[in-house]
């Protein structure tokens, strides 16, 4: 079945560093990929998204790759906050019965240490 | 982005009772889906609640434990069925027009004993 792969499981960086979180896919025919942040109980939210007619897309400190070929995709997130401190999931779009649903990573923590 | 809420947000429930969740979307929204999130896991798509027509379930989920509900283009709800231990869990409802941007609700984290 479709699946989708996460790494790294986490990711410990320190403030102002870089941190970067790669995703795999398997359904080649997957056309959406998601990021969700979800802090310490809190719902996931999303925070940018791409869609595989580009390669890539910014949003101020974050911006996410796609390379369709290899069939992965990257969340990179620049000059690393302590609020950036949460849970990161990845997700792709399949096609199945007629409409669209997310397959999810596994989730990556990330940790900014002031 | 549509605006989603979730009641109960949280509740302890007795092993053999059922609980009923309830979402609601500020706005009209197409597609409604339902998550399983245990502790420390990723979100396991239970089930799609199509509007005028019975819910769609993903492998490992039945309607008998997992009835749901969708009367309208706003609503829908999640009921756990005859519950064990093991459903504890939080459970998340999820809207979007097409499926693939989807706006999570807040989540109902529940206990069983």
């Known amino acids: 079945g479709e699946n989708v792969e996460q790494h790294p499981s986490t990711l410990s960086v320190q403030e102002g560093d870089s941190a970067v979180i790669k995703c795999t896919y398997s359904?080649?025919?997957?056309?959406?990929f998601p990021w969700y942040k979800q802090e310490l109980g809190k719902r996931p939210q999303l925070i940018i998204d791409i869609r595989s007619n580009v390669g890539e897309k910014k949003d101020q400190r974050i911006a996410v790759t796609l390379n369709k070929t290899a069939k992965h995709f990257s969340l990179h997130i620049t000059e690393t906050q302590p609020e950036d401190s949460a849970v990161y999931f990845c997700?792709?779009?399949?096609?199945?019965?007629?409409?669209?649903?997310?397959?999810f990573g596994a989730g990556t923590r990330l940790a900014v240490h002031p | 982005s549509a605006v989603i809420s979730q009641k109960p947000s949280r509740d302890i429930c007795q092993r053999g009772t059922s609980l009923t969740i309830q979402c609601q979307v500020d706005?009209?929204?197409?597609?409604m889906f339902w998550y399983r999130q245990q502790p420390g896991q990723s979100l396991t798509l239970i089930a799609t609640?199509?509007?005028?027509?019975?819910?769609?379930?993903e492998s490992g989920f039945v309607i008998d434990k997992f009835p749901i509900s969708r009367p309208n283009l706003t609503f829908s709800t999640l009921t756990v069925s005859n519950m064990s231990p093991e459903d504890s869990s939080i459970y998340l409802c999820s809207a979007g027009d097409s499926g693939e941007t989807q706006y999570f609700g807040p989540g109902t984290r529940l206990l069983v004993l």
């Open positions: 997700a792709a779009s399949v096609l199945s019965g007629g409409y669209n649903k997310l397959i």
């Open positions: 706005s009209q929204v197409t597609m």
């Open positions: 359904d080649s025919a997957s056309n959406y």
């Open positions: 609640a199509n509007q005028g027509s019975e819910a769609t379930y």
